[in-house]
């Protein structure tokens, strides 16, 4: 069964700091990849998302992430973080393989930053 | 920009009462889903519609659970008999096309079972 593993419970991290949250999953067949994020009070939203080409893919607000498959992991980077960053980061995973696209989500990473 | 809208945003109930949850998804939309997130837990997939028929459903989405798109715009989330274990939020999502697509999220119905 696919699964997500989000190994930071909770990162605490000053204005301007490097972020990197990690992002494992598991499963063999061809997969696509999502960054979710959910600031307080509202609902989840796409940072960004990896389907093929370049493993290193953009988001929004200066967010990136790398598919690495030899490591089945999609990190998540912003080299200088902002405290309007602040928010929950979901990694989520779905596969082509006849499936409706159906997300399976991991834990999620709590972000604060200290202004 | 349009969104995905849920009502309510939080709802009470006791035991054993039957609740709808209700979604309205972004029209041109061909996919919807329902996630649920117990307190504390992972955001679980519950179920996927498309063309008017379910497409995958989990474990969790037992004959309990059913959903049901009444008129072309809404789509809902039937829990005949509520159990305490069934309150999370509920979250309702939907994708123009399958798995390769963005889900666009609702911002959820937070329910409460006494």
């Known amino acids: 069964a696919q699964s997500v593993s989000q190994h930071n419970h909770h990162v605490i991290l000053s204005e301007a700091a490097s972020l990197e949250l990690g992002c494992n999953y598991s499963y063999g067949g061809t997969v696509n990849l999502f960054w979710y994020v959910q600031y307080p009070g509202q609902h989840l939203q796409l940072l960004l998302k990896y389907f093929s080409g370049d493993p290193l893919v953009k988001g929004i607000k200066g967010f990136e992430a790398e598919f690495i498959k030899s490591k089945f992991s999609f990190n998540l980077r912003k080299p200088s973080v902002q405290w309007s960053d602040t928010a929950e980061y979901f990694c989520a995973v779905n596969s082509d393989g006849g499936s409706q696209g159906n997300l399976i989500f991991g834990k999620g990473t709590k972000l604060s930053v200290k202004p | 920009e349009p969104e995905v809208t849920q009502t309510p945003s939080h709802q009470v109930t006791q035991m054993g009462q039957e609740v709808i949850l209700r979604c309205v998804p972004i029209s041109n939309h061909l996919y919807f889903y329902w996630y649920r997130q117990i307190l504390g837990q992972k955001v679980e997939f519950l179920v996927s519609f498309y063309n008017n028929e379910i497409s995958e459903k989990s474990e969790i989405f037992d004959d309990q659970f059913s959903v049901e798109r009444p008129d072309g715009s809404n789509f809902t989330l039937k829990i005949r008999s509520t159990k305490l274990e069934d309150s999370a939020m509920y979250f309702c999502?939907?994708?123009?096309?399958?798995?390769?697509?963005?889900?666009?999220f609702g911002p959820g119905t937070r329910l409460t079972v006494l």
């Open positions: 999502a939907s994708s123009r096309q399958g798995p390769v697509n963005e889900q666009f």
